[in-house]
């Protein structure tokens, strides 16, 4: 999936972005490009007293996963999938749950897991790891 032109790369690996308008974008092109394999949205950035949730999808096989993306510039404060730290985790679960519990969340499904997707910008273009069954 190729979805930055030259000036939104510059964008991206420059700080004309905030850390957090990153984190907006990485969110976004991490549902294009699931949605482009056939998965179905859901829910982004739905929040609870534990934390948020930042996407919600239906796999093909009727699996909800909640998605977990870091996005990064650089690898200088390591990968982006290791900023998934233990509490972190913990607390995706937990939000997890409360998003199965909202009664508009019920829905037909055949399991739950817990992917993280991580995207490094740089090298003139977004690389994306998808891990599925993270934790």
């Not at 850390?19 to 949605?35: D, F, K, M, S, V």
């Not at 977990?68 to 390591?78: H, L, M």
């Not at 998934?84 to 969340?105: C, D, F, Y």
Request: proline share 4%; aromatic share 8%; charged share 25%.
């Amino acid at each position: 999936m190729n979805t930055t032109t030259p000036a939104l790369l510059e964008e991206l690996e420059g700080n004309v972005l905030t850390a957090h308008e990153l984190g907006i974008w990485g969110e976004q092109y991490a549902r294009a490009w699931l949605e482009q394999r056939g998965w179905s949205w859901l829910s982004s950035n739905w929040r609870t007293r534990y934390g948020e949730l930042d996407l919600v999808m239906l796999e093909p096989s009727r699996t909800v996963v909640f998605v977990e993306v870091k996005t990064r510039r650089s690898s200088r404060y390591g990968l982006p999938q290791e900023a998934v730290s233990a509490h972190k985790r913990l607390t995706l679960r937990r939000a997890g749950i409360q998003w199965l519990l909202e009664p508009t969340h019920r829905i037909d499904h055949r399991g739950v897991r817990f992917d993280v997707i991580a995207i490094q910008i740089g090298q003139g273009r977004p690389r994306l790891t998808h891990i599925p069954e993270a934790f």
